[in-house]
């Protein structure tokens, strides 16, 4: 008999199951990295309208009101207390937010800049990832000496802040940013 130049059945099989480990595991990684990139696309849309608003009190000398519903992801803009929006931004409705506020944990906020570009209040959002887990959170601070808004966006390396646990992790863990990475924004 002649030598056997072609595949074995094993080896095809060999072939095709190399083939699909190395599919899942790309796969796996590009519905990771889709979901940082909608993460920080939300990320982006919540500090940029803020940013926004607050400069356009400044220049028309007018407050307007930010209506942050994280549990739809929607941020609505009016001015003042006028019902007409003037903007509203979509974010991802898929992706989980909640703010902590007053130690209480909301799926709505309200902010109103004031004439001179600040914010009525300071509060916290924190974005989470399809574990539950807490991956970025912003810290909106009113200025008080300085005239200028700050907005801190930090990434999550591993601090244990989940979405059952985050208003206990919040309390216990105000002010200090242990695991946390500031980014810029």
Request: glycine share 4%; charged share 30%; proline share 1%.
């Amino acid at each position: 008999m002649g030598k056997n130049k072609g595949f074995t059945n094993i080896e095809v099989l060999i072939g095709i199951l190399i083939c699909i480990i190395i599919f899942s595991y790309v796969s796996i990684k590009i519905k990771n990295l889709n979901e940082i990139l909608e993460l920080k696309k939300d990320i982006t849309y919540s500090v940029n309208c803020y940013y926004k608003y607050t400069e356009i009190s400044i220049n028309n000398s007018k407050k307007y009101k930010i209506n942050n519903n994280l549990k739809e992801g929607i941020i609505t803009i009016t001015e003042g207390e006028n019902k007409i929006p003037l903007e509203i931004i979509k974010l991802n409705s898929k992706l989980r937010r909640t703010v902590i506020y007053n130690n209480r944990k909301l799926e709505k906020i309200d902010s109103y800049t004031t004439i001179n570009g600040n914010l009525s209040n300071s509060f916290s959002i924190y974005f989470f990832n399809r574990k539950n887990k807490a991956a970025y959170r912003i810290a909106f601070y009113p200025y008080t000496r300085s005239k200028i808004l700050r907005i801190n966006v930090y990434r999550n390396k591993d601090a244990e802040a989940y979405w059952e646990s985050i208003l206990e992790y919040h309390k216990e863990n105000e002010g200090r940013f242990d695991g946390w990475i500031k980014e810029k924004y």
